[in-house]
């Protein structure tokens, strides 16, 4: 059983940045393909970036570029580091670790760009 807790939401300014983490406990995150999602309200779950266990790295078109997903394997822990926000960036972030059938979700973190 793989538990996920983000952290590192909140409340920023256009143009700003935020860092999220994703803490994992009961395996190890290398093993597993981690992504983050968002779901902003009236709109579906959307894949913002992942990142394999040989370190491949995918983004969202529309984070791309401002977005860095990374890992840090001995904190057993999943970054997003967030540069450059948009108000459209405002949504519930969730991460996800996925292996095979198995797939885990956290409890979500919100962001919410504004002036």
């Known amino acids: 059983q793989v538990q996920l807790v983000e952290s590192g939401g909140g409340l920023v300014k256009p143009g700003g940045s935020l860092r999220l983490s994703c803490a994992a406990s009961?395996?190890?995150?290398?093993?597993?393909?981690m992504s983050w999602y968002r779901q902003a309200p009236g709109k579906q779950r959307e894949l913002v970036a992942s990142?394999?266990?040989?370190?491949?790295?995918n983004y969202a078109v529309s984070v791309k570029g401002r977005f860095t997903i990374a890992r840090d394997n001995a904190k057993n822990t999943v970054w997003l580091q967030m540069n450059s926000l948009k108000p459209e960036d405002t949504a519930v972030y969730y991460c996800?670790?996925?292996?095979?059938?198995?797939?885990?979700w956290g409890q979500g973190t919100q962001v919410t760009v504004s002036s």
């Open positions: 996800n670790a996925r292996m095979g059938i198995n797939n885990y």
């Open positions: 990142i394999t266990s040989s370190g491949t790295t």
């Open positions: 009961g395996s190890a995150v290398r093993i597993y393909t």
